[in-house]
């Protein structure tokens, strides 16, 4: 799963780690759900600081690395957050145009993709789906579930494969 020479590095996801979507669950819990509402309000997102301080503490040993369901037209605004929220800096791995898959089979892609250079030494993730599939697949993981737990972002997630 690792090669021991290369770099260790924490895989970091975003929505429900360290920024909280709560403010924009509305948008997609709506009929119709407005896609577009619900990413534009993510340069608004809190901080969520039980992630920041999780983020903070892996940065200080390891290499940071940020995983994302959310889709590429978002890494401009997404990059903006991260640094103006001074967060550990990183690469920022984002949903590929045009897959809505559900987050779990992208997230594992990448992380097996990271271990193929990278010793990848955990994944901190909310989506117990997530969790389950990169256990699965051999990674260790922490379950971020300071944000709790809300059905709309899981069906964005797995079922609308949207963030
Ligand atoms: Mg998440």
Do not use: C, I, N
Request: cysteine-free.
């Amino acid at each position: 799963m690792s090669d021991p020479a290369g770099p260790m590095v924490a895989v970091v996801d975003v929505d429900g780690v360290v920024a909280d979507v709560r403010h924009r669950l509305r948008h997609v819990t709506e009929r119709p759900k407005d896609w577009r509402a619900f990413f534009d309000g993510a340069a608004d997102d809190p901080l969520l600081l039980e992630g920041e301080e999780t983020v903070r503490k892996l940065a200080e040993v390891y290499d940071v690395v940020y995983l994302s369901g959310r889709p590429e037209r978002l890494r401009h605004v997404t990059e903006r957050w991260l640094r103006r929220h001074d967060l550990p800096a990183g690469p920022l791995l984002l949903r590929p145009r045009d897959d809505h898959r559900p987050a779990r089979f992208f997230k594992v892609e990448a992380l097996r993709h990271l271990a193929e250079t990278r010793t990848v030494v955990v994944l901190v993730d909310d989506d117990p789906r997530v969790v389950e599939a990169a256990r699965s697949a051999g990674f260790d993981v922490l379950p971020a579930t300071w944000m709790g737990e809300h059905s709309a972002l899981r069906e964005a997630q797995e079922r609308d494969g949207r963030t």
